[in-house]
């Protein structure tokens, strides 16, 4: 399998303070790698350490075998955590300026940025100021910039950031048919659903280092097969005995049984409470469910 990333040994200090430590991954051409972590785990200067902006303490990080430098600039799409425009430049201007600098005529800039901004409802602004936009709008323009001239790969550190469920959805689309097309994609994202919806393989650090790694559903399974998924209605009663439940949000619920219980008595306790279940499949637990057990354990 051709590495389009390959990070080995990183390590990544700022004084005397490790904020990456040993880290080694891979990133394999086509894939939709999701790199995930709690706030200040590393993500963002792992990142930085991959596109030059910083230095590596030890250990390597290579794009395309190579260490970044500009000439693999126009085969890159990143999208930083800090966003930043020109806000007194106008939308088709700000995109066919960035669209230039990567290396598109006039013309082709031109034409990719219409059909972009007709895909996300923004053609009406072509001719707007960039701080008129909502900051929505803005985090378009943004993507737009990075996604223009259909890279290699892009690099998105927190993509959905300030966008709606509508626009998140859009977005996750756009992505699925770039990759479609050959992209390979690696994002940052705390929104473990649209992690599961998109990525078929993660990374995940917990304070620098490396807690798990692999494909989404080997890294799910490790943590079981035989979590209860259902709707319901009603009230779902706490019972330490029988089993764990999580990710109780909007009738939906997920709950683990101890050893001790198999499905039926879980199913045969909330009949018996008067919960009313519309549906249940039995599988692994969900990547939110993984996230929270991994961050709260000490084993990690």
Aim: charged share 20%.
């Amino acid at each position: 399998m051709e590495s389009v990333i390959h990070v080995k040994n990183l390590v990544k200090s700022f004084g005397k303070t490790p904020v990456v430590k040993d880290l080694s991954f891979d990133v394999n051409k086509g894939d939709v790698f999701a790199f995930l972590g709690a706030n200040g785990s590393g993500k963002t200067t792992t990142i930085r350490c991959l596109l030059d902006i910083l230095q590596p303490t030890r250990g390597s990080a290579l794009i395309f075998g190579n260490k970044f430098d500009l000439a693999l600039a126009s085969r890159i799409g990143y999208l930083p955590e800090e966003r930043g425009l020109y806000t007194n430049a106008q939308v088709m201007e700000t995109l066919v300026y960035f669209a230039q600098l990567k290396g598109m005529t006039t013309a082709d800039a031109k034409q990719k940025a219409l059909k972009y901004l007709d895909r996300v409802e923004l053609s009406a602004h072509h001719a707007t100021e960039i701080k008129k936009l909502s900051s929505g709008q803005q985090q378009k323009i943004q993507l737009g910039i990075t996604l223009i001239n259909a890279p290699d790969l892009l690099i998105l550190d927190e993509p959905t950031k300030g966008l709606d469920p509508v626009n998140r959805s859009l977005l996750m689309e756009l992505l699925d048919e770039l990759n479609e097309n050959g992209a390979t994609i690696v994002f940052v994202s705390h929104q473990m659903d649209e992690v599961e919806k998109i990525a078929n393989r993660l990374v995940m650090i917990k304070n620098g280092s490396q807690a798990l790694y692999g494909s989404l559903q080997e890294v799910k399974k490790q943590f079981g097969t035989n979590t209860i998924h259902i709707t319901y209605q009603g009230e779902i009663p706490s019972n330490d005995a029988m089993y764990r439940s999580s990710s109780i949000e909007n009738n939906v619920a997920e709950l683990t049984p101890t050893s001790e219980t198999s499905t039926n008595d879980v199913i045969s306790h909330l009949i018996q409470h008067n919960v009313i279940i519309n549906d249940f499949t039995i599988g692994t637990p969900s990547l939110q469910d993984v996230f929270v057990k991994v961050m709260k354990s000490e084993q990690y």
